[in-house]
T-cell receptor, first 115, second 114 residues
Framework: AQTVTQSQPEMSVQEAETVTLSCTYD???????LFWYKQPPSRQMILVIR??????QNATENRFSVNFQKAAKSFSLKISDSQLGDAAMYFC????????????FGKGTKLSVIP | DGGITQSPKYLFRKEGQNVTLSCEQN?????MYWYRQDPGQGLRLIYY???????QKGDIAEGYSVSREKKESFPLTVTSAQKNPTAFYLC?????????????FGPGTRLTVT
């Protein structure tokens, strides 16, 4: 069974600064995908970024980027130039490769953005 | 606009009553899912369905039931057997045939049972 661990229940960042959220996972699968989801106060889950395990290059989406360390089973999210709208719960999630239906979530990190 | 709708946004029930949460999608996705979210917890999978007329239990299926009679719809019934039904419920869908199980979520239903 897969597990996903987010060791930082809460974090804060000054507006315009950079913050990194941590995520580690445990799996015996060789083919898998990792995601970061954002859940703002509206509670709508929004996909922020995804990483395919077979890709060595770290994924980037505008101000969001990941540091994927496959050997260490680490998948951190970096938010650059933080904005007030980035304040939310962030969840790391894992799914095994093609044909897998299950998505395993971490418990989340609550990010506050200080004006 | 394509998306997932859940209704109602807030639902209140008395203990001992069954209640059904609605989930509809127009994304033409084959797979649909129900998750439960509690404070301080991640999302936990209740049930999922890969295709019409088929569904599988997730990690916390006890006290819940589902049906999948149409591709677009995947209603969840919270039965009186569910010991702690008060929670936030999220529905999701995906199209695993495209090679990756990237799930899209609805806005959720907050269920309060007293």
């Amino acid at each position: 069974a897969q597990t996903v661990t987010q060791s930082q229940p809460e974090m804060s960042v000054q507006e315009a600064e950079t913050v990194t959220l941590s995520c580690t996972y445990d799996t015996s699968e060789s083919d898998y995908y990792l995601f970061w989801y954002k859940q703002p106060p509206s509670r709508q889950m929004i996909l922020v970024i995804r990483q395919e395990a077979y890709k060595q290059q770290n994924a980037t989406e505008n101000r969001f980027s990941v540091n994927f360390q496959k050997a260490a089973k680490s998948f951190s999210l970096k938010i650059s130039d933080s904005q007030l709208g980035d304040a939310a719960m962030y969840f790391c999630a894992f799914t095994a490769g093609a044909g897998s239906y299950q998505l395993t979530f971490g418990k989340g990190t609550k990010l506050s953005v200080i004006p | 606009d394509g998306g997932i709708t859940q209704s109602p946004k807030y639902l209140f029930r008395k203990e001992g009553q069954n209640v059904t949460l609605s989930c509809e999608q127009n994304l033409n996705h084959d797979a649909m899912y129900w998750y439960r979210q509690d404070p301080g917890q991640g999302l936990r999978l209740i049930y999922y369905s890969q295709i019409v007329n088929d569904f599988q239990k997730g990690d916390i299926a006890e006290g819940y039931s589902v049906s999948r009679e149409k591709k677009e719809s995947f209603p969840l019934t919270v039965t009186s057997a569910q010991k702690n039904p008060t929670a936030f419920y999220l529905c999701a869908s995906s199209s695993p045939r495209e090679g990756i199980n990237e799930q899209y979520f609805g806005p959720g239903t907050r269920l309060t049972v007293t």
